[in-house]
């Protein structure tokens, strides 16, 4: 069990960047592969990273040449920069995980992961 807490939204310009962190309780956090979500007003949660417990990732078409996530198991945090930022981002985010025992394996649909955090909200001005 972990509990995630996502930190690093806030308002932007578009063209600006912001990192968000999700922070994870507990010693176990190695044994999670880790994604990021987005979900806008009336719209379906999409999936936008994610990170193996290896470092592997994952990014969506629709993010991949903007933004990066990475994951920094000694202070139990994984990121996402996200950079050039687009009033279409606009969203609130989402930390999830799941634990796995295969090092190398990343999820990337929303039903594959067990843990959310509560999500933080990421408005991009035009």
């Known amino acids: 069990q972990v509990q995630l807490v996502e930190s690093g939204g806030g308002l932007v310009q578009a063209g600006g960047s912001l990192r968000l962190s999700c922070a994870a309780s507990?010693?176990?956090?190695?044994?999670?592969?880790m994604g990021w979500f987005r979900q806008a007003p009336g719209k379906e949660r999409e999936f936008v990273a994610a990170i193996s417990r290896g470092g592997g990732t994952n990014v969506a078409n629709s993010v991949k040449e903007r933004f990066i996530i990475s994951r920094d198991n000694a202070k139990n945090t994984v990121y996402l920069q996200m950079n050039s930022l687009k009033p279409e981002d606009t969203a609130v985010y989402y930390c999830a995980a799941d634990a796995v025992s295969n090092i190398w394996v990343v999820f990337t649909a929303r039903s594959e992961y067990e843990y959310w955090g509560q999500g933080t909200q990421v408005t991009v001005s035009s």
């Open positions: 507990g010693r176990t956090f190695s044994s999670y592969a």
